[in-house]
C-alpha cells in the first residue's frame, strides 16, 4: 500500500506537498484511500513517482492496491488497518507484520461478508 510505502522510506506528505504544490488535503485523501485512484490527475502520479523514485506504472499499482472497489478503501488509522465502504467505516485488525502481508485477503474477507449481509437486509 502507498501508505505503508511512504512510511518505509520517511517520506511525508508534507514533502510531497511542498515538492508538489498539491494541496495537503488532497494528498491525504488519496493516500487514506477516500479517493478514488482512477480519478485523479497525472500530476499526483507524477509527483508520487518522483518522491519515490519509482514508474508511473508502479506508483499506479500502489495505489490501486489501497483501493478494493470503487467505494472500498483500505485505511491506517493510528496502529490499526480499516476498512472505508460507502462511507461507513470497519476496524479489520493491528498493524504488524503478518497483517500488513495479508491486508489485502483480510480487508477483501471483510467486504465480501458486509456486501453478503447487505444483501440479506435488502431481501427482509
Known amino acids: ?6 512510511k ?3 517520506i511525508t506528505l508534507r514533502q510531497i506537498q511542498r515538492s508538489s504544490n498539491i494541496p495537503y488535503t488532497t494528498l491525504n485523501d488519496i493516500v487514506n484511500g477516500r479517493t478514488n485512484i482512477d480519478t485523479i490527475g497525472v500530476r499526483v502520479l507524477v509527483a508520487f513517482s518522483h518522491v519515490l523514485g519509482t514508474s508511473l ?11 478494493l472497489s470503487e467505494d472500498c478503501a483500505i485505511e491506517i488509522k493510528g ?3 480499516y476498512l472505508k465502504y460507502r462511507g461507513k467505516t470497519y476496524k479489520l485488525c493491528a498493524v504488524n507484520e503478518e497483517n500488513t502481508f ?14 453478503s449481509n447487505e444483501e440479506m437486509l435488502a431481501w427482509h
Not at 500500500?1 to 511512504?6: A, F, Q, R, Y
Not at 495479508?102 to 456486501?115: L, N
Open 57 to 67: 506504472d508502479e506508483t499506479y499499482r500502489l495505489f490501486k492496491e489501497n483501493q
Open 79 to 81: 496502529k490499526t488497518y
Open 8 to 10: 518505509k522510506r520517511h
Open 1 to 6: 500500500m502507498i501508505k505503508d510505502e511512504l
Open 102 to 115: 495479508y491486508i489485502r485477503e483480510i480487508a477483501k474477507s471483510a467486504y465480501e461478508e458486509i456486501r
